[in-house]
DNA sequence: ACTTCTTGGTTGAGCCTTCAATCATAGACT
DNA sequence: AGTCTATGATTGAAGGCTCAACCAAGAAGT
């Protein structure tokens, strides 16, 4: 039942720099792959997940947690993938719920063409316009933003289960 | 024919830090809104502009440019906004093409409601984990981004200009 | 007045994301 | 074994965004 705590004129300042900042970092980089790579920046990111993997797979779960996804969200984005034959799927043979997503010849491929034009919209929205000082310091918030809300999900999925069990208790 | 500058191995932990905070940041925030108020951030955002303008009213085009967006997203936004009795819209009469905007009493209600929600959010997401120091250093390297990638459009206008008129001349 | 260009804004199609529902399989408990 | 729950993943509908096409009205040049 506590007051609302709102902005400070500094804090609301900051907010909506912020947002600008992020809007118009993921717009250039975001309009750059659609251009130029045909794809959205969320479905770069699973190809490079899957790049990174042994044998280039993963399952389906592991590559959504690596790009931060729903499993909803990649199961649509492997579905388009595997149409452009970029990415395969196929079920696991001792857990056969599971499947494993792998990237194909034409999907690194791909990656790698893509990659070109990626770093330097990278470079030009971030690197280009922060002092070495800047990209520390934007290293540790966003680390420290990252680490603040992480837990909070499993914290919430905790307060969750307990709140269950009080409930069957009760 | 520059070689690719590929990113340092510290520029990419930054980056991908920075995604990562960024997604959950916008998730934490946009979450909340969508199941406390039932609308996307963005529809927020134009909200928040109409109050905030003289007479809770502006034209299309400024109410667009204030809440970074398209003319065309924002016309669908308005559409929506409109239908939901938030928002009406009626044509400029000194030029018929443009066409004002303007908070309704109901708006500005839905949007003091929401208001009480989203200050709170954005506070978890963000000044709750950060130091004033951090806070500061956040505000300037987004104020640094979005300089550098806000004359980007209007450099590059120039330049297409001048590229327009060198083939016209050639 | 008459074309031509520009500006302000809308529209529809296609794509991506989210949400809730669903399905099949695995594990746990009796 | 038989039921009950949890897990891994997919699906379809609904909504928002982008892009390109479009329309109407003003401005500019002839």
Not at 41 to 64: I, K
Not at 90 to 112: I, N, Q, V, W, Y
Not at 143 to 164: G, V, Y
């Amino acid at each position: 039942m506590s007051r609302t705590r709102w902005l400070s004129d500094t804090e609301q300042g900051v907010w909506r720099e912020f947002l600008a900042a992020v809007d118009m970092v993921r717009g250039h980089v975001d309009g750059q792959l659609q251009r130029d790579a045909g794809m959205p920046h969320t479905y770069y990111e699973v190809l490079v997940a899957l790049s990174e993997a042994p044998g280039r797979t993963l399952r389906m779960s592991d590559l959504a947690e690596r790009c931060r996804s729903s499993r909803s969200r990649l199961s649509h984005a492997v579905a388009r993938l595997e149409k452009s034959g970029w990415v395969t799927r196929r079920t696991c043979p001792t857990d056969k719920r599971g499947s494993f997503a792998s990237l194909t010849e034409e999907g690194f491929a791909a990656l790698e063409t893509a990659a070109l034009g990626h770093v330097e919209a990278v470079r030009e929205a971030l690197f280009d316009a922060l002092s070495p000082d800047q990209v520390r310091a934007l290293g540790e918030i966003s680390a420290t933003i990252r680490n603040k809300l992480t837990p909070r999900c499993a914290a919430a999925m905790l307060d969750e289960d307990s709140t269950e069990r009080a409930a069957e208790a009760g």
